[in-house]
């Protein structure tokens, strides 16, 4: 069995820095969930990204995020991070990098006959990467050579699940759905469609639960717990892949 936790869309604000939409509760909160993922014996957590919100400048949003990345890793679980437009407000995309110290912001892995994809959403149209604020936040792309790169990920059909900061599908009636959806969704999706073996998409962006199956695969939205007034077990769950089929908090995804 694997487990692992989530989380998404903590804005986390150095207190007194408190704005509408965000709180420097969420760092507290964050964690107690990775508390509960050691407990539970998590083999690795996920962030979906929007871990940060602005700091006095660059240099203190670049402190905040690299003391919240080492306060994480006291728990012994390593934590992977989907990166949300919120992360690159104030940070370039060569600050992010070198706070993760990796040469690329997507990246697969693979646990015991499964295979796990963190997707890097935050690029805009014209290809070029979010920094600095470069980008107008409803337009997330997944890039030209990621879209190839997930292509040869899933050539070989090993069953995969997948991490993402904006959405892969959201639900069409919602008037403002393509503002949380990448801007090259239907492509995107096309493409894990036809491969076969993704079971789950989990995303954030829209801050509250939502669960779809859409051709026969779950895309899950992660909630933020900015929209709670404490910490709730919801806003940090545990997901648990099973022979057939997967938990979460120990409820059947079907």
């Known amino acids: 069995m694997i487990k692992f936790g989530l989380f998404s869309d903590l804005h986390y604000s150095l ?26 014996k998590a083999d690795f957590a996920v962030s979906l990204g929007d871990n940060i919100q602005p700091a006095e400048n660059a240099a203190g949003q670049y402190a905040q995020l690299k003391n919240m990345l080492t306060a994480w890793s006291k728990y012994g679980i390593p934590v992977h991070l989907s990166h949300g ?16 110290q990796t040469d690329r912001t997507y ?32 337009f997330g792309k997944i890039s030209d050579d990621q879209v190839e790169w997930l292509k040869a990920k899933l050539s070989d059909k ?3 699940f997948v991490f993402c900061h904006y959405n892969l599908y959201f639900d069409p009636e919602y008037e403002y759905a393509d503002w949380y959806q990448v801007t090259n969704k239907e492509e995107v999706r096309s493409i894990m469609e036809s491969a076969g073996c993704v079971e ?4 954030g962006h829209f801050h509250s639960s939502r669960r779809f199956v859409l051709n026969n ?38």
């Not at 704005?19 to 509960?36: E, L, V």
């Open 15 to 40: 207190p007194g820095a408190e704005q509408r939409g965000n709180s420097s509760r969420a760092f507290d909160d964050s964690m107690k969930g990775m508390a509960r993922f050691a407990s539970e």
């Open 85 to 100: 437009n919120h992360d690159f407000q104030q940070l370039s995309l060569s600050d992010m990098m070198e706070i993760q």
């Open 107 to 138: 990246y697969g892995f693979d646990l015991r006959g499964s295979r796990f994809l963190i997707l890097d959403s935050c690029f805009n149209p014209d290809g070029t990467h979010f920094s600095e604020d470069n980008f107008d936040w409803r």
């Open 158 to 160: 090993m069953r995969t």
């Open 200 to 203: 789950a998409v989990f995303q």
């Open 217 to 254: 695969i779950h895309y899950i939205n992660i909630p933020s717990p900015i929209l709670s007034d404490n910490f709730s077990p919801d806003d940090f769950p545990i997901v648990e892949i099973l022979e057939n089929g997967f938990l979460m908090n120990g409820e059947k995804m079907v």
